[in-house]
């Protein structure tokens, strides 16, 4: 079986520059390398913030976005693809084909550039 | 790999003939959705078949009608060839595009012309035309508006649907519609020159790649189109051009125009630009564009900078004022005043320039206001308005360039009170 282990944090906790949080962010890697080498790790990825998210729907053949994670309350998460697009507008043209975006939401969201330095909330 | 040089070859393909054969499978396959995916087939079939089959003579020719032919074959697939069938027919019949290079600029100049449609909002304008046909990422273009990239990519999500929607013709517009949408044209290729000449963010002042492919565009524009603004704004974007090596030193930090090396400025463009001036200043009717490259042209002519004609700048912006007034030529203006006139007559003008209020966020207003304050001798003055400027700055060498400023500032004036 393969199972997804899906993370949630209140941001201002994770990236507020405490000892805590530090400590948190610096054990990822040890514990992917873990991971790696017991053989349970097949692929993870770290998102960026929800501000860098757009939702892509299409009702009536018709592509609509909306800036952020926007989902519908009763919406939950099914599942995800990891693609390769050229840019944020590539992505949401692979998104919006996913059979997906007619019922519910495809949230878009980059994976985290990590030459780029860490948020500070 | 059979043949080593495929990949260099497709990644060289990519680079230069991207975005053409994106504006040639538009006009062909009759909307930007189907094109862009065809466009990725191509290249993705490219990938697949250069190495093992070698590059094609012409990738352009061959992108396009790998596109065209999986994208036809798909619809087929998909059982749309029924509803579709008469245009269909005719796309699949139709012998290969002649891959002739003016087949070429006229779909570039379509898709110019569709990206900057007066129907399309104005920043989606500029965003569509830096994605579409100066091919930036929507993350690019996100860092040149300072704007989040999920803003930029609803604004060309929501553009293509309008473009979709209303049926905005992939065109050059007619002769009565051609003066006005050509304005709005001019007005996105110096946005994506500006970006490129004076990046607004990050770590290099000038982006040579967006400036370079402004000023490709630009010389498209005037050459297909009888228009002297458009023969202007590609006079101005030479002379920018003609001293770009000299704007920065090796360490990427800001020379002034007084200090650059006047020896190295590109003298055949500034040449190309004089002529161009001239034949856009022949028409009578002189616009923005030709005047402000009037200007850059008075500074290129002149051998040293205390040589230029500042009298000459003066009513040149003068005129500017009278065609198109903004605070930002305002400002100029009153910088040239200062060099013809000396420091307080240059200080009013600034002040005026000024005073309601549209330069407050704009950092070179206060350091010119700083930089005559200064020469009055007014340090105290002159030291908080460095400060308000650098405050304002983004650009690190520009950062660099005032806070080395106020540091020789903040020296003077201890060394006069020891």
């Known amino acids: 079986m393969q199972y997804v282990c899906l993370i949630y944090f209140d941001p201002k906790t994770v990236f507020n520059g405490s000892a805590e949080s530090n400590a948190v962010l610096g054990a990822v890697g040890p514990n992917n390398e873990a991971m790696r080498a017991s053989g349970h790790m097949v692929s993870s990825e770290a998102l960026t913030l929800p501000h860098e998210a757009i939702t892509v729907r299409v009702r009536d053949g018709k592509v ?4 952020g994670p926007f989902m519908e309350t009763r919406e939950v998460l099914g599942g995800f693809v990891l693609i390769e697009a050229r840019d944020l507008n590539e992505a949401v043209q692979v998104a919006s084909a996913i059979p997906f975006a007619k019922l519910g939401s495809v949230e878009v969201r ?12 | 790999m059979s043949n ?26 009759g909307g930007f959705d189907a094109a862009e995916e065809a466009m990725h087939e191509a290249f993705a079939a ?14 352009y020719a061959w992108l396009v009608s790998a596109g065209r032919f999986r994208t036809i074959d798909r619809w087929r697939r998909e059982a749309r060839l029924e509803r579709a069938l008469p245009e269909l027919a005719a796309m699949a019949e139709t012998t290969p595009e002649p891959a002739m290079p003016e087949d070429i600029q006229d779909d570039e100049l379509r898709l110019i012309f569709t990206c900057c449609h007066p129907a399309l909002a104005a920043d989606a304008r500029a965003a569509l035309t830096l994605r579409e046909v100066g091919g930036l990422t929507t993350e690019e273009i996100a860092r040149a508006y300072l704007a989040t990239a999920p803003a930029i990519a609803q604004r060309i999500v929501r553009a293509k649907a309008k473009i979709r929607e209303d049926a905005i013709p992939y065109e050059v ?13 001019l007005q996105v290729l110096y946005l994506i020159f500006n970006e490129g000449y004076a990046a607004t963010e990050g770590p290099s002042l000038t982006r040579g790649d967006l400036s370079a492919e402004a000023v490709r565009l630009g010389r498209l524009v005037a050459e297909l189109l009888d228009d002297p603004e458009a ?8 002379l920018h051009e003609a001293r770009r090596a000299t704007r920065t030193d090796a360490a990427g930090d800001v020379v002034l125009l007084e200090d650059q090396d006047r020896s190295l400025w590109d003298r055949d463009r500034i040449a190309e630009a004089r002529g161009l001036i001239a034949r856009a200043m022949s028409g009578g009717r002189i616009g923005a564009y030709t005047l402000q490259a009037a200007i850059a042209a008075v500074h290129a002519e002149a051998r040293a900078w205390a040589e230029t004609d500042w009298g000459r700048i003066v009513s040149l912006y003068d005129l500017l004022e009278r065609a198109a007034p903004s605070p930002v030529s305002a400002l100029n203006r009153a910088a040239a005043v200062a060099m013809r006139d000396g420091p307080e007559a240059g200080l009013a003008a600034i002040e005026a320039a000024m005073a ?20 009055l001798g007014r340090t105290p003055e002159a030291r908080a308005a460095y400060e308000r400027a650098l405050e304002l700055a983004r ?3 520009e950062q660099r360039f005032l806070a080395a400023r106020l540091d020789q500032l903040v020296k003077d004036q201890s060394s006069r009170l020891v």
């Open chain 1, 110 to 121: 980059p994976v985290v550039d990590f030459s780029k330095p860490r948020p500070q909330l």
């Open chain 2, 4 to 29: 080593p040089g495929a990949r260099d070859a497709l990644e060289a393909a990519y680079r230069t003939e991207a975005r053409r054969v994106l504006a040639t499978l538009i006009r062909l396959l």
């Open chain 2, 46 to 59: 490219a990938a697949r078949q250069w190495p093992e089959q070698g590059v094609p003579a012409n990738p």
């Open chain 2, 395 to 397: 650009q690190p060498a």
């Open chain 1, 64 to 67: 609509s976005t909306t800036d």
């Open chain 2, 356 to 375: 309601d209020g549209g330069l407050d966020a704009y950092h070179l207003a206060h350091a010119a206001r700083a930089d005559m304050l200064r020469r």
């Open chain 2, 173 to 185: 517009p007619s002769r009565a519609e051609l003066p006005a949408r050509t304005d709005s044209v």
């Open chain 2, 231 to 238: 023969l202007g704004l590609l006079a101005l974007m030479l």
